[in-house]
Structure formats: structure tokens, C-alpha cells
């Protein structure tokens, strides 16, 4: 027992020594290897700050363009000059924000305020160009689907029910897992594709409805549109 025991601690001081070798041969590439990781590390955390006080003083300035935006809101559109001015004051305010936090949710957020400017002046293709292009820009937000649903509104009041059709169908591309909206995208491809003269394609989109979403206000709106359709067929033959 006792060899054993003198065996055992000969091979644990061996270990150890040729630790302590191997930490003395190397000592030079794992203070360089400790350095980097120290650089890296250090570099984390101040990412970490900076993006955080962008994300401060970018939410900070979004807030004060939707405030600039509802005080747009609030005026009379008999008061010309004062409405001039907060819009010219808005553009200032979302420049600011776009120029310095292209890539925040600040951004994306500002460019759906001017959507909504542009569609209340009923200035239809830019409130339809600026939602897609938000869209575009800022895909995995949760305002991209509703920017592409606002800018097929937007389109339509613009005459341009393809176009309208097209917002529609990346909404369903992009997002039929995640939106509540679907029934009412489904209902409108069916609307519009009926407006367009493509009635098959109008019925299909119905039939997606029903049989997707069959308990709702859309699908019972969607019933009365396909028995409209089966009509028309038969006043055709």
C-alpha cells in the first residue's frame, strides 16, 4: 500500500512539473491568448453600451416625431400655414433619425409615421412606396406586414389594384405564420382579384379563407362572396 501510495504521488508531482514546464515554454502565447480574449471581452461590453444608448437616444428622438406627428394630427385643416410648419418641423425631426439610426427599430418607425403623413395628405403612391420600402428595410419587424397591408390600401386608393394585389401577396409570403391579419389579407386578394377580372383567382383566395379561418367575421364575408361568384357563372351559361 505504502508503494502505491508513493507511486500515485510520483505520477501527480510528474504532472504537475510538466504543467508547469508546458505553462513556462508557453507563457508568451497565453499571455497573447488572455490579451485577446481581454480585447474581445472588453470589446463586447462597449458594443453592449453603445448599442444601448443608441437604442436610448434613438427611441427618444422616434417618440418626439410621433409627437410632432398626432400635434400634425390635431390641427385644422383650414390652418394651412401652422400645418406647413409641423410638417416641415416632422421632416427635420424624422431626417435626424434616419440619418443617424438607419438601422433601429427608430428607423422603421419613422418611416411608418411618414407613410401615415403622406396617406392623411392623400398623397397615395408615396404613402405606398414609403410603407414598402420600410418593409423592405426592416422585414422581421413587427410593422413590416402591417406597412405592406397599409401600402395595399394605399395603392388601391391610387388606382393601382395590381400593385395593391402584389403588398397583399408578400404579406402572405412572409408573414402567414405570424399575422393575425391574414383572414383580412385572404378576403382582400380575394376582393381585389375579383376587381382585376380574375374571378378564379378571387374564388381560390375565398376558399383559402374558409377553410383556414372558418369561424370568422372574414370567412362568413367570404361564403357571401363565393356564392356571388357561383352565381355569376350560372348567369353566364
Known amino acids: 500500500m505504502a508503494a502505491e501510495r508513493s507511486i500515485g504521488t510520483a505520477e501527480k508531482t510528474g504532472f504537475i512539473e510538466k504543467t508547469a514546464e508546458f505553462i513556462h515554454k508557453n507563457r508568451g502565447k497565453m499571455i497573447v491568448g488572455l490579451a485577446v480574449v481581454a480585447v ?7 458594443y453592449a453600451e453603445i448599442r444601448k444608448s443608441a437604442v436610448e437616444k434613438s427611441t427618444i428622438l422616434v417618440e418626439e416625431v410621433e409627437t410632432i406627428f398626432h400635434d400634425y394630427l390635431s390641427l385644422d385643416k383650414e390652418n394651412g400655414e401652422a400645418r406647413q410648419a409641423k410638417d416641415a418641423e416632422l421632416a427635420s425631426a424624422a431626417d435626424t433619425v434616419l440619418r443617424r439610426y438607419p438601422r433601429t427599430y427608430a428607423a422603421a418607425r419613422t418611416l411608418f409615421i411618414l407613410g401615415d403623413l403622406a396617406f392623411q395628405k392623400k ?8 410603407w414598402t420600402g420600410m418593409a423592405e428595410k426592416s422585414p422581421r ?12 390600401a394605399a395603392w388601391e386608393e391610387n388606382g393601382a389594384p395590381k400593385k395593391a394585389l402584389q403588398s397583399l401577396e408578400k404579406i402572405l409570403a ?11 389579407v385572404l378576403f382582400s386578394l380575394g376582393r381585389l382579384s375579383e376587381k382585376t377580372g380574375a374571378r378564379e383567382k378571387a374564388a381560390a383566395y375565398y376558399n383559402q379563407l374558409i377553410d383556414g379561418y372558418p369561424g370568422g367575421s372574414w370567412a362568413n364575408l367570404a361564403r357571401s362572396r363565393v356564392i356571388a361568384l357561383q352565381v355569376k357563372e350560372r348567369t353566364k351559361k
Not at 398623397?123 to 414609403?130: C, G, Y
Open 174 to 184: 412572409g408573414y402567414r405564420a405570424s399575422f393575425p391579419e391574414i383572414p383580412r
Open 141 to 152: 419587424s413587427h410593422l413590416a406586414p402591417i406597412a405592406l397591408l397599409n401600402a395595399a
Open 40 to 46: 474581445v471581452v472588453v470589446g463586447m461590453v462597449v
Open 123 to 130: 398623397e397615395w403612391e408615396k404613402a405606398a412606396e414609403t
